[in-house]
C-alpha cells in the first residue's frame, strides 16, 4: 500500500528564518511527487510537480527536490504570506490516483 | 482558464437530507476526480472519471454516495441519507491525461449536517 508521511505535523518560523519541510513516501514505482499549498478553508494550489530522484524544481522562495525515499520543500528567506498547510502527494506506477501526506502546517511570524 | 469550480461553497443540512455538489473542471480535462477532506488530513479519494466513465472507486466510499459525469464535462457528486460523519470539504480537481498527471482543484464545498 503507497504511503506518504509528512512532517513535521506544524512548524514556526520568524520572518526570514529559512526551513524545510520533509515528505517520506513509500510507493511501487514512482509516477510523480506533488507539492500543494493550502489556506483555511481553501483547496489545494498546485506548486510543483517532480517526476525523478535528483530533480529540483523553484518557484520565488520555494524549492523542491526528489530522492528515491523523500522529498524536500526548502523555505528561504519566508514571509507571513507563505504561511499555510504544505500538502504532499504521490503516485505510483499503478495508478493515477494520488496518495496524499497529512499536511505541514507552516506559520510565519513577522 | 477559469480554472475548477465548484457549487455550493457551503452547505448546512439536517441530517437524513441529501445533498448534490457540483463541479465543473478546467474546460480541456478530460479526468474529474473526487475527494473529501477532514480537518488536519490530506484529501482522501472518493472517485474518478475519465471523460464520461467512472473508472474508480474507493472501497471506502458508502453506497449513499454517488457521482456522475453525464456529458464528459461537469460532474455531480450526491449523498443520501446524510450522516453527522459526512460533514467535511468535499474537493473536485481535474487533470489531463498523460503519463504523468497534475491535478488541479477547486475550491471546494464545505459540508456541515447537523
Known amino acids: 500500500e503507497d504511503q506518504v508521511t509528512q512532517s513535521p505535523e506544524a512548524l514556526r518560523l520568524q520572518e526570514g528564518e529559512s526551513s524545510s519541510l520533509n515528505c517520506s513516501y513509500t510507493v511501487s514505482g514512482l509516477r510523480g511527487l506533488f507539492w500543494y499549498r493550502q489556506d483555511p478553508g481553501k483547496g489545494p494550489e498546485f506548486l510543483f510537480t517532480l517526476y525523478s530522484a535528483g530533480e529540483e524544481k523553484e518557484k520565488e522562495r520555494l524549492k523542491a527536490t526528489l530522492t528515491k525515499k523523500e522529498s524536500f520543500l526548502h523555505i528561504t528567506a519566508p514571509k507571513p504570506e507563505d504561511s499555510a498547510t504544505y500538502l504532499c502527494a504521490a503516485s505510483s506506477g499503478g495508478s493515477y490516483i494520488p496518495t496524499f501526506g497529512r499536511g505541514t502546517s507552516l506559520i510565519v511570524h513577522p | 482558464d477559469t480554472g475548477v469550480s465548484q457549487n455550493p461553497r457551503h452547505k448546512i443540512t439536517k441530517r437524513g437530507q441529501n445533498v448534490t455538489f457540483r463541479c465543473d473542471p478546467i474546460?480541456?480535462?478530460?479526468?474529474l476526480y473526487w475527494y473529501r477532506q477532514t480537518l488536519g488530513q490530506g484529501p482522501e479519494f472518493l472517485t474518478y472519471?475519465?471523460?464520461?466513465?467512472?473508472?474508480?472507486k474507493s472501497r471506502l466510499l458508502s453506497d449513499r454516495f454517488s457521482a456522475e459525469r453525464p456529458k464528459g464535462s461537469f460532474s455531480t457528486l450526491e449523498i443520501q441519507r446524510t450522516e453527522q460523519g459526512d460533514s467535511a470539504m468535499y474537493l473536485c480537481?481535474?487533470?489531463?491525461?498523460?503519463?504523468?498527471?497534475?491535478?488541479?482543484f477547486g475550491p471546494g464545498t464545505r459540508l456541515l449536517v447537523l
Open positions: 474546460s480541456e480535462h478530460n479526468r
Open positions: 480537481a481535474s487533470s489531463y491525461s498523460g503519463v504523468v498527471e497534475t491535478q488541479y
Open positions: 472519471f475519465q471523460n464520461e466513465a467512472q473508472l474508480e
